[in-house]
């Protein structure tokens, strides 16, 4: 089985706000050429952590739904605290992409292969998928899991989220300090219901970065923004008990190239956020 993962697509313009690297106007050729990778390596569908659109329009909503059904293979995706800028804009996304949440809810999960992958909507403040435009207090709320106790059980599982469960480690920013944390109480509560549930793989955007970390024997990954120089997404593949990812630039493939910014390497991540092998299905990173 082959999947790619996506994150921060932003789709609708402008997109001002947090955009650590430059991102490409129009986002055309990059899904053009992402349909052809995905046809050449036989992917068979994308996992999308969210921030599809920017400001949680319905009007961007449409024109979403329109670039992603150019693509050769199904995404499925959970929303990102830029996709639901409105109150109603969860429901939005069900009746707008519904080949994206095609179980019509933004909680939800679905076996491929016999692996169980969750989608759980990351909540920005109380309400529950509803962003403020200003809290960003990522949190999972208890009837969200729910869908976590539902269906099989016994089965490898990989959990997909938009907030990132950790934040990025001063070693790989060589900042001062812990860049991009979510609140520590969200941290401590992924983290749980992975050792709870036997999730082995956490999967989120949202800081715009490549982020690989191991806790607990649990690995938690972040994507950078597809839509962002240069263009980054990972591959996933599972074989035999193994799985493997890797990290793609767009870049390379269509020949855009917009500044760079050379200060902020980390976004790219080190050698060992960008790619890694291990045993899947008896769960050993
Ligand atoms: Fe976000």
Wanted: hydrophobic share 35%; proline share 7%; with cysteine.
């Amino acid at each position: 089985m082959r999947f790619l993962l996506i994150s921060d697509t932003h789709i609708g313009n402008p997109c001002p706000g947090y955009h650590p690297q430059t991102p490409l106007d129009d986002p055309e050729p990059l899904f053009k050429a992402l349909g052809t990778l995905i046809r050449q390596r036989g992917v068979d569908f994308i996992c999308h952590a969210g921030d599809i659109i920017d400001n949680g329009s319905r009007e961007q909503m449409r024109i979403a739904a329109e670039i992603f059904r150019t693509l050769p293979c199904p995404t499925f995706a959970v929303p990102g605290n830029h996709d639901l800028m409105f109150p109603e804009s969860a429901k939005w996304m069900t009746e707008e992409l519904p080949e994206l949440f095609p179980c019509g809810t933004t909680d939800y999960y679905l076996i491929r292969d016999g692996i169980r992958f969750d989608f759980l909507t990351s909540n920005w403040n109380e309400k529950p998928a509803f962003w403020d435009g200003v809290s960003l207090d990522s949190n999972f709320q208890q009837k969200q899991y729910a869908v976590l106790e539902d269906g099989p059980q016994d089965l490898p599982r990989i959990l997909i989220t938009h907030s990132p469960a950790c934040g990025v480690p001063v070693k790989q920013s060589g900042l001062k300090q812990i860049f991009h944390a979510p609140p520590m109480t969200f941290e401590k509560d992924i983290f749980r219901l992975a050792k709870e549930k036997n999730i082995s793989l956490i999967l989120c955007g949202h800081n715009h970065l490549n982020l690989s970390v191991k806790k607990s024997g649990i690995k938690a990954v972040t994507v950078s923004a597809l839509r962002e120089m240069p263009f980054e997404f990972k591959f996933f593949e599972i074989a035999n008990g193994k799985l493997s990812m890797s990290t793609c630039s767009l870049s390379e493939m269509t020949g855009i190239r917009l500044p760079y910014d050379f200060n902020k390497t980390y976004i790219q991540g080190r050698i060992c956020d960008r790619a890694f092998d291990c045993r899947f299905r008896k769960i050993s990173f």
